[in-house]
């Protein structure tokens, strides 16, 4: 079994002895405390660390300030700590600021520890809150970049696309095929793991708040879900008609031109054209070629709705480009 260390794990470590380092070399009391508060403040993303740790940076001061006066008030006794807590603790949550409970915790037994409430004290407990965050902070300015990830489920998604495309306009053709499916799950796996990147991606970034990877993304898991529903009626086609070629044909070229360029109009226009060409043939002669052409032309409008979404969302993003 091999052994690896991720790039969260190095940046911890490094984090804690720096952080144990300097507050050392400040003869800081409690300065493995600050090496603490280092791991807990260090996040998988930027955004999330910085909202960690202004979290643990208000509630360590809310927690000394209740503890202060308590101990000061009532003593340095267990009971006094108990009471400590059940006020501070009900304040934090309410603040929404649950992630500084732990490290606040550890600041209010120091306090309790000392037995004596002093400006040295309450100086060296900043200090070690100043040295606990702000490394954690220093160390979460790497993050591994994502694009190289992000690209290769870009381009692994259309492939899946234009396979799906591709199978369902060969059975419109034939009546049948040897496809086994497998792109349909693998598509929803891609689709999971690749809009969580990409959002992971977005929380990277401190002051952006969209993303074209998760415009598209989003957009194609939209388009899938049209895809899924086209199936069901594209296997009930087992008689072919003269429409089944054209849409068998559409579908081909749709799958051919699987991108993220913008070749909506040009297949939308290639839509009403095949309906108004539909509009002018014959009325079907049997029950049959009748629910075969009614399906046909559900599939028509469910690429319909297939292109509009991409014209929604993915325009969208270009507009929001960054």
Known sequence: MSFRIGYRTLKTAVGAGLAVA???????????SAAIITILCISVTRRDSLKVSWARVVSCIIGMMIS????????????TLALIMILFIPIVVKLKMNEGIATS?????????????????????????IIGVGIALLMNLYMPNSDQALRMYHKEIEEH???????LSVYLRYGESEWDGKEIPE??????????????????????????????FKMREKQFEILERLMPYVSQIHKTVSQ???????????????????????FL???????????????PKTREEFEVRSSL????????EYLHIKDRLWNQADKKKL
């Open 22 to 32: 300097i507050a050392q070399g400040l003869n800081l009391d409690f300065y493995g």
């Open 68 to 79: 202060g006066v308590l101990f000061e008030v009532i003593g340095y006794q267990p009971w």
């Open 105 to 129: 915790s550890v600041i209010i037994l120091h306090l309790y520890t000392v037995g004596n409430m002093s400006l040295a004290l309450i100086f060296n407990e900043l200090l070690i809150i």
């Open 161 to 167: 696309f234009k396979t799906i495309l591709h199978e």
């Open 187 to 216: 598509t929803v796996d891609l689709l999971q793991q690749a809009k969580n990147l990409a959002l992971k991606n977005i929380h990277n970034h401190i002051l952006r708040y969209d993303d074209q990877y998760y415009y598209y």
């Open 244 to 266: 089944s070629e054209t849409v068998a044909d559409f579908m081909e070229e749709l799958s051919n031109s699987v991108s993220p360029a913008n070749r909506v109009p040009y």
């Open 269 to 283: 226009e290639r839509i009403r054209s095949m309906r108004a060409g539909f509009e002018e043939m014959p009325l």
């Open 297 to 304: 032309v559900y599939i028509l409008h469910e690429l319909e």
